[in-house]
Nanobody, 124 residues
Framework: QVQLVESGGGSVQDGGSLRLSCAAS????????MGWFRQSPGKAREGVAS???????NYADSVKGRFTISRDNAKNTLYLEMNSLKPEDTAMYYC??????????????????WGQGTQVTVSP
């Protein structure tokens, strides 16, 4: 069983930056792909970014060039560096993990292990 715990959320102004972290514990061997998702009230959950065990990444068009996903496999920690934040980035951000082949490691894929989320609020 894998446990995921997010941290680093908070409130910033338009144009600000935040760095989210996700600490993974337990048996992570079958969860080589990790990703960040977000959901705001009244909207569907959106895949933000994903990263495979070899470091290959994919991003949603809405965050390309502003967000960077990375991972430290030695520390079992996932990161999301968010720059040039906009009010529309306001959401609960979730860390997630899945196994399977690398070509399925995309923010549009189905993930089966989830953290509890951390809130990000961007004010105008």
């Amino acid at each position: 069983q894998v446990q995921l715990v997010e941290s680093g959320g908070g409130s910033v102004q338009d144009g600000g930056s935040l760095r989210l972290s996700c600490a993974a514990s337990g048996d992570t061997s079958g969860r080589s792909c990790m990703g960040w998702f977000r959901q705001s009230p009244g909207k569907a959950r959106e895949g933000v970014a994903s990263i495979a065990s070899d470091g290959s990444t994919n991003y949603a068009d809405s965050v390309k060039g502003r967000f960077t996903i990375s991972r430290d496999n030695a520390k079992n920690t996932l990161y999301l560096e968010m720059n040039s934040l906009k009010p529309e980035d306001t959401a609960m951000y979730y860390c997630a993990a899945r196994g399977g082949p690398r070509f399925l490691c995309r923010p549009t894929s189905t993930f089966n292990t989830w953290g509890q989320g951390t809130q990000v609020t961007v004010s105008p």
